[in-house]
């Protein structure tokens, strides 16, 4: 990944998964369709203080698990300081050092965010996909597209294939 980048991420309010509370919601950021969070937030959708996200993830590249230089990026962030507008160089995270940490982490959050992850790998896995059935229904404009046309795509053309098959199966026995 570029290491300096001007153009910021998009943030996005996105609901990530439930928790025994109800729904963990964290301004997620979108940048070459791509999840990206900065430290903060990773903490805050693991229920932790900053500084443990920052062991883990030394951690991670220390051990050779990713690399920096691919998973994370410097993106201008503007903030507000007293009455001062300023732009500070923040590191971000893409969502393949965030599942890191996550699953390093030792919070109830955090478990429970491994919990829905697991589902969803396991759904993907017996089923062959996994599908946020809201999402299709109500589409939110994630990574600046709507996907329902694509999975629609996807679905006629696995349902091609499946015609295929009956004809080949009606063929055996004609």
């Known amino acids: 990944m570029?290491?300096?980048?001007?153009?910021?991420?998009?943030?996005s309010d996105f609901f990530l998964y439930k928790?025994?509370?109800g729904e963990v919601k964290v301004e997620i950021y979108?940048?070459?369709e791509m999840v990206w969070l900065p430290q903060d937030k990773i903490a805050q959708?693991?229920?932790?203080?900053r500084s443990i996200v920052t062991k883990h993830l030394k951690n991670v590249y220390?051990?050779?698990?990713?690399?920096?230089g691919v998973t994370c990026a410097i993106f201008a962030q503007v903030q507000i300081e007293g009455t001062r507008q300023v732009?500070?160089?923040?590191?971000?995270?893409?969502?393949?050092?965030?599942?890191?940490?996550g699953y390093r982490v030792n919070s109830i959050q955090a478990t429970q965010f491994g919990i829905w992850a697991n589902s969803v790998l396991k759904e993907y896995l017996i089923k062959g996909g996994a599908m946020n059935d809201e999402r299709l229904k109500n589409p939110q404009m994630l990574f600046g597209k709507d996907y329902?046309?694509?999975?629609?795509?996807?679905?006629?053309?696995?349902?091609?294939?499946?015609?295929?098959?009956?004809q080949k199966i009606t063929d055996i026995y004609s």
């Open 45 to 49: 959708l693991f229920g932790v203080d």
């Open 19 to 21: 928790n025994s509370n």
């Open 87 to 101: 732009t500070r160089q923040i590191e971000f995270y893409n969502l393949d050092a965030i599942l890191s940490v």
């Open 148 to 166: 329902f046309e694509e999975q629609l795509a996807r679905i006629r053309d696995i349902r091609g294939n499946e015609q295929r098959f009956y």
């Open 2 to 11: 570029d290491k300096n980048n001007n153009n910021p991420p998009i943030p």
């Open 30 to 32: 979108i940048f070459n």
């Open 62 to 68: 220390k051990s050779g698990e990713l690399s920096k």
